[in-house]
């Protein structure tokens, strides 16, 4: 019997669901020698993943978020981004043909050239190096807090931090505050522009 949109939009959200529990529980050491064990286990992640993402209208699906941030900047200067977590690299595949942004792409498993092999927690990355860094679905580990320090750490004076995460995951059920924000003010990132709906996106500047 042929699954239905609605159940497999089901069938994916449990899915992720049970994934991202067991990643985000393990430390992003840990996470990332098990991606260099069972790569099978990133590729089937990203395949469920992008499954998911075609239920969501085109304006909500986060990578395209940053597409659009990044073709709205103005002037000619040639930016380099660092995509921290970047999964297959679909940001900088887009800007192929653009000489605007200069792209370092990392993640636990490199799928293609455009990828670097990484623990995003220590990027390798020279201090001050970097105009913006993009972490979209990237808090991955129970370390994810280093991933902020490190994105401080090769940004540029004034450089741009965008970050994308699930709203609900990040909401204090009791309080209701925002928890990414208190910990991006707490690692010395200025908060400019928060578009919080089912995803969060928080475009924030290093003091």
Known sequence: ????????????????????????????????????????????????????????????????????YLENIPGKRTKYVADLGCGKARVCEYFSESKRFNFTNMDHVSCNDLVVKKDIKDTGLDDYSMDIVAL????????????????????????????????????DEETGENKLVKLLEENNFTIKNINEEKFIFIECIKK
């Open 1 to 68: 019997k042929k699954e239905t949109t609605e159940q497999k939009r089901e069938r994916n959200k449990s899915e992720i669901s049970i994934l991202h529990q067991k990643y985000k529980t393990m430390n992003s050491q840990t996470l990332h020698k098990h991606f260099e064990d069972n790569p099978d286990d990133w590729e089937n992640y990203h395949k469920i993943s992008e499954e998911n993402e075609e239920t969501f209208p085109d304006e909500e699906i986060p990578y395209k978020k940053i597409i659009e």
């Open 136 to 171: 979209s679905l990237a808090m991955w580990g129970s370390n994810c807090k280093e991933y902020i320090t490190e994105a401080n750490r090769i940004l540029d004076e004034n450089g741009v931090l965008l970050i994308i995460e699930a709203t609900k995951r990040w909401t």
